[in-house]
C-alpha cells in the first residue's frame, strides 16, 4: 500500500466543492430543465386567419377568371356586328379593282318572251370599257343627280357593256351612298318604272363597236338597290340609233330589259352582298 500522505488522514475535498456539501445528509437532486407552454390562439386570431385566406382565394378567383377571358374567342355584339359589316360592303368601291366592280364578261340569261320559245338562252355581256369616276352631279341626269344630291351621293362609277350580238349596248352606273337606307330612298324617290329618262348618263367609248352608244341612243333605264350602292342601268342600240317606239320591236324590248337587268342585278349581288359574321379568333388584342 501507499504511504499516507503527511498532515492527515482522508482524501482530498473536491476541487470546488465545500465543506458544508461534505457534511450534509442526503445530497438533493439538481433542478432539471423548466418546461415551456404556448397559449392557444384565441377566437380573434381564428377569425384573422379565416378572413385572409378567403381574400387569397378570391385573388386567385378573380385571377383566373382573367385569364380564361382572354384566353376565350373574343365575340362581338349584334350592333358592332352590323357596324362592322356595314364598313366592310361601303368601302369596297374604294378598295375593290376597277376589273372586279366591272369584270371583262357578266353572265345574263335572254328571257323566253324575248326569244318567242320556251325557255331562255345563257350569254355573256362584254365590256367595252371602264370610266372615271365621276361625281354624281355630273354623271346622271338633272332629275336623278337632285335625287342622289339629297341622299347624300358620294361618287358614280360606270363602265359599258355589249350584249352578245353586238347589237345593243348598256351602261352601269353604280352611285355610291352613305347608307342602304338611303340607296333605298334614292330607287324610291326616282320615277317608277322603265324610262328612258331620269337615269345615269350613257358613256360612250370611240374606236369600239359601241361608239354611237350616248344619250341620246339610250332606250331604257332602271334602278335598284344594293346595300348602299343605287345601281343604275340605261341601254338602247350599239350603232347610236335615237329612241324609237317601243311598241315598234317589242323584242328588241325584252332583249335591252334582259341585258340590263342581268348585268345590274349580277353586279349587285356581288359589291353589296353582306360578308361572312365577323369573327375574331383570338384575344382582345386580335
Same mark, same amino acid.
Given at each position: 500500500m501507499l504511504p499516507d500522505a503527511p498532515g492527515g488522514g482522508g482524501e482530498p475535498a473536491p476541487e470546488g466543492g465545500s465543506t458544508a456539501d461534505s457534511g450534509s445528509g442526503s445530497p438533493q437532486a439538481a433542478p432539471g430543465p423548466a418546461h415551456s407552454t404556448r397559449p392557444r390562439p384565441g377566437p380573434w386570431r381564428c377569425r384573422l386567419i379565416l378572413a385572409g385566406l378567403a381574400v387569397a382565394l378570391a385573388g386567385l378567383a378573380g385571377s383566373l377568371a382573367a385569364v380564361v377571358v382572354n384566353a376565350a374567342p373574343r365575340t362581338f355584339s349584334p350592333a358592332q356586328q352590323q357596324k362592322i359589316t356595314s364598313w366592310e360592303v361601303g368601302k369596297r368601291w374604294?378598295?375593290?379593282?376597277?376589273?372586279?366592280?366591272?369584270?371583262? +364578261?357578266?353572265?345574263?340569261?335572254?328571257?323566253?318572251? +324575248?326569244?318567242?320559245?320556251?325557255?331562255?338562252?345563257?350569254?355573256?355581256?362584254?365590256?367595252?370599257?371602264? =370610266?372615271?369616276?365621276?361625281?354624281?352631279?355630273?354623271?346622271?341626269?338633272?332629275?336623278?343627280?337632285?335625287?342622289? @344630291?339629297?341622299?347624300?351621293?358620294? =361618287? !358614280?362609277?360606270?363602265? *359599258?357593256?355589249?350584249?352578245? *350580238?353586238?347589237?345593243?349596248?348598256?351602261? #352601269?352606273? #353604280?352611285?355610291?351612298?352613305?347608307?342602304?337606307?338611303?340607296?333605298?330612298? &334614292?330607287?324610291?324617290?326616282?320615277?317608277?318604272? $322603265?324610262?328612258? *329618262?331620269?337615269g345615269v348618263h350613257a358613256v360612250r367609248f370611240r374606236h369600239t363597236l359601241a361608239a354611237g352608244f350616248a344619250d341620246p341612243a339610250r332606250q331604257l333605264s332602271q334602278a335598284m338597290?344594293?346595300?348602299?350602292?343605287?345601281? !343604275?342601268?340605261?341601254?338602247?342600240?350599239?350603232?347610236?340609233?335615237?329612241?324609237?317606239?317601243? =311598241? @315598234?320591236?317589242?323584242?328588241?324590248?325584252?332583249? !335591252?330589259? &334582259?341585258?340590263?337587268?342581268?348585268?345590274?342585278?349580277? $353586279?349587285?349581288?356581288?359589291?353589296?352582298? &353582306?360578308?361572312?359574321?365577323?369573327?375574331?379568333?383570338?384575344?382582345?388584342?386580335?
Open positions: 374604294r378598295t375593290w379593282p376597277a376589273g372586279q366592280i366591272f369584270p371583262a +364578261a357578266i353572265p345574263y340569261e335572254l328571257t323566253a318572251a +324575248a326569244l318567242d320559245s320556251p325557255g331562255g338562252v345563257r350569254l355573256a355581256a362584254r365590256r367595252i370599257g371602264i =370610266a372615271p369616276q365621276a361625281s354624281c352631279a355630273s354623271a346622271a341626269d338633272r332629275a336623278a343627280s337632285r335625287v342622289l @344630291a339629297r341622299q347624300g351621293c358620294e =361618287a !358614280m362609277l360606270r363602265a *359599258t357593256y355589249q350584249d352578245a *350580238t353586238g347589237a345593243f349596248a348598256v351602261t #352601269i352606273g #353604280i352611285a355610291v351612298l352613305p347608307t342602304p337606307g338611303q340607296a333605298s330612298d &334614292s330607287v324610291h324617290a326616282l320615277p317608277q318604272g $322603265i324610262s328612258a *329618262t331620269p338597290s344594293a346595300g348602299p350602292y343605287l345601281i !343604275m342601268s340605261t341601254v338602247g342600240y350599239a350603232d347610236g340609233r335615237h329612241k324609237v317606239r317601243e =311598241a @315598234a320591236d317589242p323584242y328588241d324590248k325584252d332583249e !335591252m330589259l &334582259s341585258l340590263a337587268s342581268g348585268l345590274s342585278d349580277w $353586279i349587285g349581288s356581288r359589291i353589296g352582298a &353582306s360578308p361572312p359574321p365577323p369573327r375574331c379568333p383570338g384575344g382582345p388584342a386580335c
